[in-house]
């Protein structure tokens, strides 16, 4: 079964950046759309970036410019490079798995606290 491992997450300081990684197995990795969501207490999982089978990418206007999302197929991992880092970027940030047939997978979501 698809399995979604998130590590990278913890605390920096406003200003600073983290990188994530979401190891993938039990998928043809190459051929999934992969993306990053994140969410707090009390609101809906919120949509962060995106990284198709083709390597184009798209963002939330909230991290343009910041967050860069990236894959590695040889390694069936999926990155996001978080910069300039703010505390309303606080949240759980989970991986998805996207297949060619509208199937979507979740990791178990890892903790990034932006605070001073």
């Known amino acids: 079964q698809v399995q979604l491992v998130e590590s990278g997450g913890g605390l920096v300081q406003p200003g600073g950046s983290l990188r994530l990684s979401c190891a993938a197995s039990?998928?043809?990795?190459?051929?999934?759309?992969m993306g990053w969501y994140r969410q707090t207490p009390g609101h809906e999982r919120e949509w962060v970036a995106v990284?198709?089978?083709?390597?184009?990418?798209d963002y939330a206007d909230s991290v343009q410019g910041r967050f860069t999302i990236s894959r590695d197929n040889a390694k069936n991992t999926v990155y996001l490079q978080m910069n300039s880092l703010k505390p309303e970027d606080t949240a759980v940030y989970y991986c998805?798995?996207?297949?060619?047939?509208?199937?979507?997978?979740w990791g178990q979501g890892t903790q990034v606290t932006v605070s001073s």
């Open positions: 990284i198709y089978r083709g390597g184009g990418t």
């Open positions: 039990g998928i043809n990795f190459s051929r999934y759309t």
């Open positions: 998805s798995s996207t297949s060619s047939m509208g199937s979507k997978d």
